[in-house]
């Protein structure tokens, strides 16, 4: 039989590939990129080559599962759905609905976190609803919003080859987003387009890096705010035109009078001429981008970071026009679909906000519910929703595809939280995880290919990631089970949806007249063409590349604001106790947290132990060797790994990567997020999971 090829998109980081997968007697057995889809021209990356596997992983949910006498047993749906239903009642019953929370993963799609908006916020009544978007874009989400009005990235990729300087901080973006990468790398040979990259750590990005600022870790508003200073000072900005388009040009300037670049310069570790040559080709670039990912975000700093970045666009006419611009892309592939949805706790469907009455009414009206019903308060972020479950504030818990007890930091606490819960459900692919090992009830969900629903992409653009598989044995679209599940707890007229598609068709009138308008996209649409970049109003629009070309904000006056922020210091700085700086990032073979990358063979045997790199000079003062095996420590946890002696570092700083769970899935704890720290942005609540302070130990053979 010859293999049949079907369209689809990526469902693993933001930047929304497209695909084609190739199935041969019902079982996929090839995946590549779609040579004629605009973002990625026939490229992936070795994550989508090595997809397959787990299609048939023998640890694939087939059936749901519910504890009785300790043990995880399978039932039938009727069993596991009744189950659920009564124990939220209970739950609601006797603690008030903000006794039931809700959190999800990044690469759901947008119709399930519609249902799971409508059930939670609107029918339940709680606003304790959340997702891993929390932990990837709050903070660039509330940079947007801050300087510019709203949560919408302006630029499009088409924009990568307009530009002729790229500014890349806080990422590693050969490895995070290599399709991306590529194309900025063609677009500098191509066209001679410079580069600055800001990063703590030399890395595959800052070897093509005119500029490497490699600066403290959590310095980033300082360095921001001196090339700020610079700008102003050599005459690179042209400060009547920009007070026509922004606010805020005198505080700013205030401010940036504490910013020298020789007091920069001893803040950042970097030279002065560096910081120069930085503000030069800036002021100098005819069109800017900028790329920023968790180097930025997971950070008690991360929403002065994203805004100052801003700043430095603001003030140099580096915006709204091709090639310039911020383009920020998310580390999954339905963040800004979810948020737009509404899944975090401040969030209501459609780029709303709780704490609005106008908007609570919408909704509420939309939905055909009175509006006290949605609480007018944010609910809990994720770290408080693990608070409450420590205290008992909290006592239902509703996972679903996501594995916070891998994903969060401060592994223990988080498992400790999760262990007190009144009620854990958790809805998934696979079994076990470090979540589901958990659970009181398991519901087994259909995965990417086994459901039609879709996606919104970093650069707004909508897309269809088409059923392809039956899923196996008895498991479910998600939308389904929410549906049975809101059904059971007596909401069957209002969630009587037959299919994803009539699911899209009810949640897109409510995107109407706004930003992420949907109302000109079907089903039928994106199965027949590449799909639109939102807002699309009407079936003859075309989409919309590039937000605010008119110059005009999604803000009272009209105008992005230029905002003066101080630089502060990392939540928890080094000390004699704990004498490193603890730096993470990613492997190119692996994705997050890796729950599903680590069960693929071919992924985990490119890097099969986590390792730690350490500057040379620490090593030689602590006598540690290559291939040695320390323990590392921070004030919350400990984990054993081995040691790569690499000057990609600066001294008294350490790197990690994330990817390597604990149990169930190897057989040490090498997960970095044991020894993370809770705390977090006070602007966009994501956590400081980048920078901890850590103290390194050798381990003694046997």
């Not at 947008?110 to 903070?139: D, P, Q």
């Amino acid at each position: 039989m010859a293999i049949q090829w079907k369209k689809s998109v990526c469902p693993y980081c933001g930047i929304g590939c497209g695909l084609m997968v190739g199935i041969e007697e019902g079982k996929v057995v090839n995946i590549h990129g779609m040579k004629e889809h605009p973002v990625n021209c026939g490229e992936s990356c070795t994550l989508v080559h090595n997809f397959a596997p787990l299609f048939t992983d023998r640890d694939r949910l087939t059936q749901p599962m519910i504890r009785r006498n300790g043990t995880l047993l399978p039932v039938t749906w009727d069993d596991a759905i009744m189950y659920v239903a009564h124990e939220f009642h209970r739950i609601i019953r006797e603690y008030g609905p903000g006794a039931i929370a809700f959190y999800g993963g990044a690469a759901a799609f947008n119709e399930e976190y519609y249902l799971i908006n409508k059930l939670m916020k609107g029918y339940i009544g709680t606003n304790h609803v959340e997702c891993t978007s929390r932990l990837c874009m709050a903070s660039t989400a509330m940079g947007f919003i801050s300087t510019f009005g709203a949560d919408a990235p302006p630029t499009c990729y088409a924009d990568i080859e307009e530009a002729d300087l790229f500014l890349i901080a806080g990422m590693n973006m050969a490895v995070s987003l290599p399709v991306i990468f590529n194309r900025v790398c063609a677009a500098r040979k191509a066209k001679g387009a410079r580069t600055i990259v800001i990063d703590p750590r030399k890395t595959e990005t800052t070897a093509i890096a005119d500029v490497h600022l490699q600066i403290r870790p959590g310095t980033d508003v300082a360095l921001n705010n001196a090339l700020a200073y610079i700008l102003l000072e050599e005459g690179f900005v042209h400060e009547e035109e920009v007070a026509h388009y922004t606010t805020g040009l005198d505080d700013l300037k205030l401010i940036l009078k504490e910013y020298s670049p020789s007091r920069v310069a001893r803040i950042t570790g970097c030279t002065q001429e560096q910081i120069f040559k930085a503000a030069h080709l800036i002021g100098h670039a005819k069109a800017m981008l900028t790329f920023w990912l968790q180097g930025y975000n997971q950070s008690t700093q991360a929403v002065f970071k994203n805004n100052t970045l801003h700043n430095l666009s603001l003030l140099t006419g580096n915006f709204c026009r091709p090639g310039a611009g911020p383009l920020s892309i998310a580390g999954e592939s339905n963040s800004l679909g979810s948020r737009w949805m509404g899944v975090q706790s401040h969030l209501l469907p459609g780029m709303r906000f709780v704490t609005n009455p106008v908007h609570r009414q919408e909704i509420a009206d939309f939905w055909g519910i009175p509006a006290e019903k949605i609480q007018s308060t944010p609910g809990r972020s994720i770290i408080d929703i693990i608070k409450g479950l420590h205290t008992g504030e909290v006592r239902a818990l509703w996972v679903m595809s996501s594995n916070p007890a891998a994903s969060l930091p401060y592994t223990q606490w988080v498992t400790e939280g999760l262990e007190k819960a009144e009620f854990l459900v958790v809805q998934d692919i696979l079994h076990p995880t470090e979540t589901t090992v958990l659970a009181d009830v398991i519901l087994a969900g259909a995965q990417w290919s086994e459901k039609t629903v879709t996606l919104v992409s970093s650069e707004r653009r909508i897309e269809l990631a088409e059923k392809i598989l039956e899923p196996p044995g008895m498991a479910k679209p998600d939308y389904e089970i929410i549906c049975l599940i809101a059904g059971a707890m007596g909401f069957s007229k209002e969630f009587s949806y037959t299919s994803g598609e009539e699911v899209f068709e009810e949640l897109k009138e409510i995107t109407r007249g706004r930003i992420c308008d949907m109302n000109g996209v079907s089903y039928e649409r994106l199965r027949n063409t590449i799909g639109p970049q939102l807002p699309c109003p009407k079936t003859d629009h075309p989409g919309t590349a590039r937000l605010f070309s008119d110059i005009r904000f999604p803000r009272p006056d009209g105008r992005a604001a230029l905002l003066a922020r101080d630089y502060r210091k990392l939540a928890e700085t080094a000390d004699d106790d704990y004498p490193f700086i603890l730096i993470t990032g990613r492997l190119a073979s692996q994705f997050n947290t890796g729950t599903r990358t680590r069960r693929i063979k071919k992924l985990t045997d490119i890097e099969p132990n986590n390792f730690v790199e350490i500057h040379s000079a620490d090593a030689q003062r602590l006598g540690i060797i290559e291939g040695d095996e320390v323990e590392m420590a921070s004030r919350r946890g400990s984990i054993r790994c081995i040691v790569h002696i690499k000057d990609h570092v600066l001294e008294s700083n350490v790197y990690m990567n994330l990817c390597c769970g604990n149990s169930p899935l190897s057989e040490d704890d090498k997960q970095v997020n044991f020894v993370c720290n809770t705390v977090y942005d006070a602007h966009s609540k994501q956590p400081e999971l980048k920078c901890c302070a850590v103290k390194i130990t050798k381990v003694a053979s046997i």
